[in-house]
């Protein structure tokens, strides 16, 4: 490779690594509910307090180069702690810890006792090595999609980082003593610096497209949640829907839909306010939750209506945890300051075997349910199988 200025790379890498550093500071400042920024960003500008240092020193290796190679080190283990964060780990801090000491013991060891630089220069590259092959464990990921793929391309590029670092102190271990009189003037050091430099932009670019990514995510989301209970709301709902009718038509297996609606829920709203219904609303969604099973989704079709979507369930078998869901509504009050308030609810259920998948096929039947279920007496469920035509169109007409 060609020769390169040391301090003109070293100099323009620290000038991307605050510009990132800031971008990813200001991501996190607006976004606090993504967790990884924060690291990311402190990582950066500690890598560029070091570069800092590092360039200062670098023509004859002196006291405040030991500092700098120890935070660059620590900066680049804060990216473990925010790759952590970010994919809903635990950050281990004590690893950008261990390897600020681990760094800065050696090096002062080897530059200020045993005036080694050739060692000081293996062993940082072999440190530097193990926390970018430690990056690159951590962003493999199993995920499809654009941020699985993000992962594999950060992956890849940690790894390179590794394969240079190692090739750094392998080329150090056979280098002439003379080129570690001056750092400035061993050529491999501008040929490293120049691909870490580029290699770093690259990450910390990945960083952002990720983050991109996440806040994407998180604004659909939001998009398809209701903002009261907490549950989906109706176009989730019929998007949740929609996926599990494929699944379930593809390999033959039956889906059901549950309408439930609480009984008399205007006299909530007049007796004890809206604010106490809306608290109602979400003591029932509360309470529906943990009684549905794992894959059943709950959303609120509208007003005081839900709706629950059941995979691989007969309407047979719905009945029973519509049952469920009635008596788990009936025997929790939600407790207000003052009063203790008992509502009930009337379900209805009907499922693809008579039905078929269409969703609102599957609604309007199970809503039909629900009326009889009201017309006769509330508190109860009701299958659609049992409800004829003549009291559908009575329903009509009504």
Same mark, same amino acid.
């Given at each position: 490779?060609?020769?390169?200025?040391?301090?003109?790379?070293?100099?323009?890498?620290?000038?991307? @690594?605050?510009?990132?550093?800031?971008?990813?500071?200001?991501?996190?400042? =607006?976004?606090?509910?993504?967790?990884?920024?924060? #690291?990311?960003?402190?990582?950066?500008?500690?890598?560029?307090?070091?570069?800092?240092?590092?360039?200062?020193?670098?023509?004859?290796?002196?006291?405040?180069?030991?500092?700098?190679?120890?935070?660059?080190?620590?900066?680049?283990?804060?990216?473990?702690?925010?790759?952590?964060?970010? @994919?809903?780990?635990?950050?281990?801090?004590?690893?950008?810890?261990?390897? /600020?000491?681990?760094?800065?013991?050696?090096?002062? #060891? #080897?530059?200020?006792?045993?005036?080694?630089?050739? +060692?000081?220069? %293996?062993?940082?590259?072999?440190? *530097?090595?193990?926390?970018?092959?430690?990056?690159?464990?951590? @962003? +493999?990921?199993?995920?499809?999609?654009?941020?699985?793929?993000? /992962?594999?391309?950060?992956?890849?590029?940690?790894?390179?980082?590794?394969? %240079?670092?190692?090739?750094?102190?392998?080329?150090?271990?056979?280098?002439?003593?003379?080129? /570690?009189?001056?750092?400035?003037?061993?050529?491999?050091?501008?040929?490293?610096?120049?691909?870490?430099?580029?290699?770093?932009? *690259?990450?910390?670019?990945?960083?952002?497209?990720?983050?991109?990514?996440?806040?994407?995510?998180?604004?659909?989301?939001?998009?398809?949640?209701?903002?009261?209970?907490?549950?989906?709301?109706?176009?989730?709902?019929?998007?949740?829907? =929609?996926?599990?009718?494929?699944?379930?038509?593809?390999?033959?297996?039956?889906?059901?839909?549950?309408?439930?609606?609480?009984?008399?829920?205007?006299?909530?709203?007049?007796?004890?306010?809206?604010?106490?219904?809306?608290?109602?609303?979400?003591?029932?969604?509360?309470?529906?939750?943990?009684?549905?099973?794992?894959?059943? %989704?709950?959303?609120?079709?509208?007003?005081?209506? *839900?709706? %629950?979507?059941?995979? &691989?369930?007969?309407?047979?078998?719905?009945?029973?945890?519509?049952?469920?869901?009635?008596?788990?509504?009936?025997?929790?009050?939600?407790?207000?300051?003052? =009063?203790?308030?008992?509502? +009930?609810?009337?379900?209805?259920?009907?499922?693809?075997?008579?039905?078929?998948?269409?969703?609102?096929?599957?609604?309007?039947?199970?809503? &039909?349910?629900?009326?009889?279920?009201?017309?006769?007496?509330?508190?109860?469920?009701?299958?659609?199988?049992?409800? @004829?035509?003549?009291?559908?169109?009575?329903?009509?007409?009504?």
């Amino acid at each position: 490779m060609p020769n390169f200025d040391l301090r003109t790379i070293v100099f323009m890498s620290m000038l991307l @690594t605050f510009m990132f550093s800031m971008m990813l500071a200001i991501t996190r400042v =607006h976004h606090k509910e993504i967790h990884g920024p924060g #690291y990311w960003s402190v990582g950066n500008l500690v890598v560029g307090l070091g570069m800092i240092l590092v360039l200062i020193q670098l023509d004859s290796s002196k006291v405040l180069f030991l500092p700098g190679m120890a935070l660059i080190g620590t900066g680049l283990s804060l990216y473990i702690n925010g790759i952590q964060a970010f @994919t809903n780990r635990i950050p281990d801090h004590r690893i950008p810890v261990l390897v /600020f000491v681990l760094l800065l013991g050696m090096d002062a #060891y #080897y530059m200020l006792v045993q005036h080694d630089v050739r +060692t000081m220069v %293996v062993l940082d590259s072999a440190v *530097f090595a193990l926390v970018y092959l430690l990056c690159a464990r951590l @962003t +493999t990921s199993k995920d499809d999609g654009l941020l699985g793929t993000l /992962f594999w391309i950060a992956s890849s590029l940690f790894l390179i980082s590794a394969l %240079v670092m190692a090739a750094r102190a392998m080329l150090a271990l056979n280098a002439d003593a003379s080129v /570690f009189q001056s750092l400035a003037s061993w050529s491999v050091n501008a040929n490293v610096f120049l691909l870490g430099a580029v290699i770093q932009f *690259f990450i910390s670019g990945l960083f952002l497209l990720m983050l991109s990514y996440r806040l994407t995510q998180n604004m659909a989301s939001i998009a398809l949640m209701d903002g009261l209970t907490g549950v989906v709301n109706r176009r989730g709902l019929e998007d949740a829907a =929609h996926k599990m009718q494929g699944i379930c038509k593809r390999i033959n297996l039956s889906m059901t839909v549950m309408m439930i609606d609480i009984d008399h829920f205007k006299k909530v709203n007049d007796q004890y306010g809206h604010l106490v219904g809306d608290d109602m609303l979400r003591h029932l969604a509360k309470t529906i939750t943990g009684i549905l099973r794992s894959g059943d %989704v709950l959303g609120r079709y509208g007003g005081e209506e *839900f709706c %629950v979507c059941l995979p &691989n369930t007969t309407e047979q078998d719905a009945v029973g945890l519509a049952e469920r869901i009635r008596i788990g509504v009936e025997n929790a009050p939600l407790l207000d300051r003052r =009063h203790k308030i008992h509502v +009930t609810v009337s379900i209805g259920v009907a499922d693809s075997v008579r039905v078929g998948y269409d969703f609102k096929a599957l609604v309007h039947a199970a809503d &039909n349910a629900l009326y009889q279920a009201k017309n006769a007496g509330r508190n109860r469920v009701v299958r659609a199988s049992l409800v @004829t035509d003549t009291q559908v169109e009575r329903r009509r007409k009504h």
